[in-house]
């Protein structure tokens, strides 16, 4: 949990040297995602979950194995027929899927989140009852 922090902070000072040295493209890039690069750290998972949900190879394999599926189609009538279609490939792809490393401490994911959005909701309330509050006082 407390690993998060410190890598925006390496990041930001990553982006700054960026900038310096004449890269503001980039910097900028880097600093526009810097805080969904650790919202899988900052959830507090075990190391194996975290390992497997911190990368992209979930849906690569779904999105790989739905193309390879599909390859041979060339003419689609509309979207209707796409969407059904790649759905029926994920559904066939899905039965060839491995176990998430970590699978036993999903229940972890599920109960972080919510304290996660609860903790989100809980900040946006307070954010929008203040103004309520100040102006009330006013009257």
Same mark, same amino acid.
């Given at each position: ?17 960026l900038?310096?040295? &004449? ?16 919202t ?5 998972l ?6 497997c ?14 193309? &390879? ?9 509309? &979207? ?21 490393h ?38």
């Amino acid at each position: 949990m407390e690993e998060a922090p410190k890598g925006i902070e390496k990041l930001r000072q990553y982006a700054a040297d960026l900038e310096r040295g &004449g890269w503001s493209s980039a910097a900028g890039s880097l600093r526009e995602g810097l805080e969904e690069l650790f919202t899988v750290q900052a959830l507090g998972l075990p190391r194996e979950l975290r390992r497997c949900l911190a990368t992209t190879n979930l849906l690569d394999a779904a999105h790989s194995g739905t193309r &390879g599926l599909l390859r041979r189609v060339s003419t689609w009538r509309d &979207g209707a027929m796409a969407e059904r279609w790649v759905a029926a490939a994920m559904v066939e792809t899905e039965k060839h899927f491995k176990k998430v490393h970590g699978y036993k401490q999903l229940w972890m994911l599920e109960s972080n989140l919510k304290a996660w959005r609860s903790r989100r909701d809980a900040d946006a309330g307070a954010l929008s009852a203040a103004p309520l509050a100040s102006t009330s006082a006013a009257a």
